[in-house]
């Protein structure tokens, strides 16, 4: 499938990754590309050790967790799914497999000159019988899907190398320091790029900004049971950038009807658009609101992984007949979470746009 973008009004939409990066079943989860191919190895792995030990294929799938106590459903989801496409049977079993991710900072290849940011996955396979640990198999994800997973608020300089880059976003997201200006989250109080989260006030268009306050140097918006939200893109650049727009781990683009799963927002130079809910077509839109989590859209999808998270990842972009902007360097042509509300008319349009390398990471907390 070939890229593509879209627009509302004031806004653009667009699908810059294509379904032959990542089968259809994985792509309506809006999983990064990267992160399905990762668990497809580590399911591989899995199988192999399975065959390799002559064991039947049944196992018990547990939970993924990180060293700081936030699971990851999603990760435990996608290896499921990967573990039924190599014949396993889930059910209860004398083995079980369970997970752990964590955060590295490490070459992607040896020939690298620089480490990179990653997430280690790792599946532990163990004998239920006496709690023997029997196999441990871990597999690296690299590039913008571990980091949009790892949910950094971070500023990313085009000009510089990747070296530098890299060890920028390692920093973000050991050492977070977020900004909050009035009630726009940003990566750092000179960005032009914002995001803030306003409440929509009955059924009308009004909306109210809800103010972040900073916690462990992130961002945190109090939403209840009920309220819808919209989010609110802000791009002071002179240029127009791309939005990758994810709600509790899901693309803003994950229910859509029209296939265009790997879609972004662009948002004209010097202008806001508000996101008032999850694409569904050109016409339609659900909105955001928030509900219980076994409501949510998070869980239709089975991922409770990153709910209570929402991050904008910002881009340059530009018409494929123009230039791209001077600084643009090696561009390439728990318990609360967020459901699927009323059904609201919204248009978009499709545009042809340039993206260039990630230029900002803002990610809100509103539920802990």
């Not at 991922?303 to 494929?320: E, K, M, N, Q, Y």
Request: proline share 4%; charged share 25%; hydrophobic share 40%.
């Amino acid at each position: 499938m070939n890229p593509q973008l879209f627009s509302p009004a004031a806004l653009a939409l667009g699908l810059l990754v294509g379904l032959g990066q990542c089968d259809t079943a994985v792509a309506q989860q809006g999983v990064h590309p990267g992160v399905a191919d990762g668990m497809k190895r580590l399911a591989g792995s899995v199988a192999e050790f399975f065959e390799q030990e002559e064991h039947d294929k049944v196992v018990i799938v547990g939970s993924f967790v990180h060293p700081d106590g936030e699971g990851s459903e999603l990760l435990r989801r996608l290896l499921t799914e990967h573990l039924k496409r190599q014949r396993f049977q889930l059910r209860k079993s004398k083995f079980a497999v369970n997970g752990r991710f964590i955060k590295q900072f490490r070459k992607a290849d040896t020939q690298d000159r620089f480490n990179s940011v990653a997430m280690k996955v790792t599946a532990e396979i163990r004998d239920r019988t006496n709690d023997e640990l029997v196999q441990k198999i871990s597999i690296p994800i690299f590039g913008d899907g571990a980091a949009q997973l790892l949910g950094p608020s971070a500023s990313l300089p085009t000009d510089r190398d990747e070296a530098e880059r890299q060890s920028r976003l390692n920093d973000a997201i050991d050492s977070p320091d977020a900004v909050v200006v009035g009630s726009e989250s940003r990566s750092t109080a000179t960005s032009p790029f914002g995001v803030e989260i306003r409440v929509r006030r009955g059924k009308g268009d009004r909306t109210t900004a809800r103010r972040p306050v900073r916690q462990d140097g992130q961002p945190f918006v109090k939403l209840s049971r009920g309220e819808e939200y919209v989010v609110r893109l802000t791009n002071r650049a002179k240029f127009e950038v791309a939005v990758t727009l994810t709600i509790d781990g899901l693309s803003m683009f994950a229910f859509s009807k029209e296939g265009n799963f790997g879609s972004q927002v662009i948002v004209s130079a010097g202008q806001s658009v508000d996101i008032p809910g999850w694409y569904i077509t050109r016409d339609d839109t659900d909105a955001f609101e928030i509900t219980s989590y076994s409501k949510s859209a998070a869980a239709s999808k089975g991922l409770s992984g990153g709910v209570g998270v929402i991050t904008a990842s910002f881009a340059a972009a530009w018409d494929p007949a123009a230039k791209p902007p001077a600084d643009e360097a090696g561009a390439k042509g728990p318990d609360a979470a967020t459901g699927k509300g009323r059904r609201i008319a919204q248009k978009y349009e499709s545009v042809r746009r340039v993206t260039g390398r990630v230029r900002s990471l803002v990610s809100i907390r509103y539920a802990r």
